[in-house]
């Protein structure tokens, strides 16, 4: 291809620049991509070596685009197929926790009660009511006729012993 060949497919593009955009636009339904298509349709004219002369550079142009589309919209069904068989692979999979990692919580799951047995009642009682059964600082205060400053520091205090005991 001459410099002159080049130069007439450059003023082709140009020419029916929104034909082709609308043409790439109906192939792949996505405008987005569309133009991101026909931004590749120049960058293929204008990286074309010298050959042979192309006697309809409007048919060209078509053909180029139309072949990009082409192989957008494969490899878009390649990746439809890849996510499938993910969707697939994943349904086969077992999601119930492995023997290992369910004994392991029933070990920690032991210690804890076991301290928390070991605890004095009346701050097992006030921890038993913030963490597990959800009730306010108040809440326990007016139960356990303290103040609520005091139930905090009884359950932060508790909290910081059975933590690292159970992790």
């Not at 130069?7 to 991101?36: P, S, W, Y």
């Not at 070990?107 to 009511?129: G, T, Y």
């Amino acid at each position: 291809m001459n410099t002159t060949t080049k130069t007439t497919l450059v003023a082709a593009f140009i020419h029916h620049q929104m034909e082709l955009r609308q043409f790439l636009d109906r192939k792949v339904n996505c405008r987005e991509t569309a133009a991101d298509l026909l931004q590749d349709t120049y960058v293929r004219i204008a990286q074309l070596e010298p050959g042979d002369e192309i006697l309809n550079p409007r048919a060209f142009l078509y053909r180029v685009a139309g072949n990009l589309a082409f192989d957008h919209l494969r490899r878009q069904h390649r990746w439809a197929q890849w996510e499938d068989a993910e969707a697939l692979s994943e349904d086969c999979l077992c999601l119930q926790p492995q023997p290992d990692v369910v004994l392991a919580g029933c070990e920690k799951l032991q210690r804890f009660q076991h301290l928390l047995l070991a605890l004095p009642s009346q701050h097992r009682r006030m921890f038993v009511r913030c963490r597990i059964e959800g009730q306010s600082y108040r809440q326990i205060a007016d139960q356990e006729h303290i103040s609520p400053r005091r139930v905090e520091r009884v359950v932060q205090q508790t909290l910081k012993s059975l933590k690292p005991l159970i992790t």
